[in-house]
């Protein structure tokens, strides 16, 4: 009898001090700095706004040019060898050929997107597969599920859904990175890339539930 008093005092003692060190973590970690907040500061923030001239025609463009949707039917828009015709996307007017540049875009009522950065030569007709090979740097929310658009696609596995999504693009170092900037978290990044030419942020909505994808104004 003794013994197996013994043994649970000593499972109790061993359970508090679990316990007691985790507590200690979890007040450690919240004192550290998040990355994505003190990197932040390395980039040049850029207040985006979306290029009509590349949208496809089932994407609307608020008039100020920070929001895109689903519209159907499509929009009859003049013929333009920048505008995506098979591909649903549209780019940010920012063309980046050097540097380090960071921009937010609201995620949270959208509900399957790609978003990330492409070359501005890529194409924009036919059959396209979003890939570095071709081009793209991009993650994926569909059906639920979160990936990162390499060759194969690479599955994501996030803490929580993001309701602010950061992106930051470091030319030089062949770098782009994506960040939950609810909690500062890092889900995912490509890195050492091979850049070339003029790259441009890259959005991207499935159907016309898809949702609104909102590029945040920054300060």
Not at 150 to 172: A, H, M
Request: glycine fraction near 6%.
């Amino acid at each position: 009898m003794r013994e197996n008093e013994q043994c649970t005092k000593e499972n109790e003692q061993l359970r508090r001090e679990i316990e007691r060190k985790k507590a200690q973590f979890k007040s450690a970690w919240r004192e550290i700095p998040l990355y994505a907040d003190w990197r932040k500061e390395e980039f040049q923030t850029v207040n985006l706004t979306l290029d009509s001239a590349t949208a496809h025609p089932a994407l609307f463009l608020s008039e100020e040019g920070r929001r895109v949707t689903w519209q159907e039917p499509c929009q009859e828009l003049p013929s333009c060898s920048q505008r995506f015709v098979s591909l649903p996307c549209v780019l940010g007017q920012l063309h980046v050929s050097s540097g380090r540049y960071f921009w937010e875009v609201e995620v949270q009522n959208a509900h399957s997107w790609d978003l990330g950065v492409c070359r501005n030569n890529v194409a924009r007709n036919g059959r396209v597969t979003m890939s570095p090979q071709n081009g793209f740097w991009a993650i994926r929310l569909y059906d639920g599920a979160y990936w990162g658009l390499t060759s194969p696609e690479t599955s994501l596995t996030l803490k929580e859904k993001p309701c602010r999504l950061g992106v930051f693009l470091d030319y030089e170092a062949g770098d782009v990175s994506f960040y939950n900037m609810t909690d500062g978290s890092h889900i995912f990044t490509f890195s050492k890339q091979n850049f070339y030419g003029v790259l441009r942020p890259l959005f991207r909505l499935w159907s016309s539930d898809s949702g609104p994808l909102i590029i945040v104004q920054m300060d």
